[in-house]
C-alpha cells in the first residue's frame, strides 16, 4: 500500500493528499521546479527565502545551488509544503511537473475531520532546532542535506517566530559564567558578518565541523573570537572558514547561583562599622 499524507492547508483550510513515494522519486527534478517558482515570482532567493519564513536564504540556496560535492541539498515535505501554502503552487506541478505552476490539485481537496490527518506544520520558524553534542559532531556535513533538520528534535516557545532558531548544547567551560557545560543557547541566524553584533554571544559553526559559542567582534579578516573565561585566549577565524553565524537571544540552563545571604553580609557590615567607630573613638582619646 503506498503511504499517503494529508497535509492541513493553513491558508485556505483546505488539505491535499501528497503520496510520499511519488514525493521519493522526483525530488531530483523537484530543485529546478524551486528555481522556476522563484523566476516566476520575479523575487531573489533572499526574499523568496524571507517569504517562506526563514531568517536567510542559506536552505533555499542549498536546494537551488550545488554545493563543493557538486551536489544540490533534497527539499525536504515542511520545504515544499511552505512553498506550495505560502505561493499557491500546484503540488502536482510541483513534485511532477505535470499541468499548471499556480492552482491546486483537483479531485483530492477535500474539508472537514473526516478522515485521519497528519499534519505537516510549515517551517515558518516557530521551531526551535536542538543540536546537541552528539549531532554537532556531523552538523555542519548533515545540514547540507535539508532533511537533516527535519530529522533532529525541536520544541517551540512562545515569543520565539518569524525567524529560524537553533538550540546549541555548550560543552566546555571557556564561557563560564556565562554559559556552562550542559547549557543550551538558542540562537537565530545572520545573513552575513555585517549582522553580528560586537561583544554578543554567537554561535559559529566552522567549515570543518566545529562549532563554538563565543563572544564575536569583526575585524578586517573575519571575527575574533573570545571566551568569558579568562583562561582562554581570544583568536581570530577567516570568513572563508565560517559555515553559518548564529546569534544569541536566549539560553536554557540548570545551573542556579547559590543565593546571596544577605543577613550575613549585613551583620559582617556592621560589625566593620562598630569595629571601625571604636577605633576612631579610640583614636580621639589618645589625643584628648
Known amino acids: 500500500m503506498r503511504e499517503m499524507v494529508i497535509c492541513n492547508r493553513y491558508a485556505h483550510n483546505s488539505m491535499y493528499i501528497i503520496d510520499i513515494q511519488m514525493i521519493k522519486i522526483m525530488r531530483k527534478v523537484v530543485n529546478d521546479r524551486i528555481i522556476e517558482v ?58 511532477t511537473g505535470v499541468g499548471d505552476m499556480f492552482g491546486t490539485i483537483e479531485g483530492v481537496r477535500t474539508r472537514g475531520n473526516t478522515e485521519k490527518i497528519i499534519t505537516v506544520t510549515p517551517s515558518g520558524g516557530s521551531s526551535i532546532v536542538l543540536v546537541d553534542q552528539k549531532a554537532a559532531a556531523g552538523y555542519a556535513q ?79 579578516k573575519g571575527l575574533i573570537l573570545k571566551s568569558d573565561n579568562r583562561a582562554y585566549t581570544p583568536y581570530t577565524v577567516d570568513l572563508e572558514d565560517v559555515f553559518e553565524i548564529w546569534k544569541g537571544v536566549a539560553r536554557i540552563t540548570r545551573y542556579m547561583s547559590a543565593p546571596q545571604n544577605l543577613d550575613v553580609r549585613l551583620t559582617t557590615l556592621e560589625a566593620n562599622f562598630n569595629e571601625l567607630a571604636k577605633q576612631v573613638s579610640q583614636s580621639l582619646r589618645k589625643k584628648t
Not at 520575479?42 to 531568517?55: D, Q, R, V
Not at 536564504?57 to 501554502?85: V, W
Not at 548544547?169 to 560586537?198: A, K, N, Y
Request: charged share 20%.
Open 38 to 95: 522563484i523566476e516566476a515570482l520575479n523575487l531573489s532567493e533572499y526574499a523568496f527565502a524571507k517569504k517562506l519564513g526563514y531568517a536567510s536564504n542559506s536552505t533555499i540556496q542549498r536546494i537551488t545551488t550545488a554545493g563543493p560535492d557538486g551536489k544540490r541539498a533534497s527539499p525536504g515535505y515542511e520545504t515544499l509544503m511552505t512553498i506550495i501554502d505560502t505561493f499557491g503552487v500546484n503540488p502536482t506541478w510541483l513534485m
Open 142 to 220: 548533515g545540514i547540507r542535506d535539508v532533511d537533516y533538520v527535519d530529522r533532529l528534535p525541536a520544541f517551540n516557545l512562545p515569543g520565539f517566530t518569524n525567524a529560524t532558531f537553533r538550540a546549541f548544547e555548550i560543552e566546555g567551560d571557556s564561557m563560564e559564567p556565562t554559559l556552562w557545560q550542559g547549557d543550551w543557547i538558542i540562537c537565530t541566524q545572520l545573513e552575513s558578518i555585517d549582522q553580528v553584533r560586537e561583544g554578543y554571544v554567537h554561535v559559529v559553526v566552522m567549515q570543518d565541523g566545529s562549532i563554538v559559542a563565543k563572544r564575536a567582534v569583526r575585524n578586517e
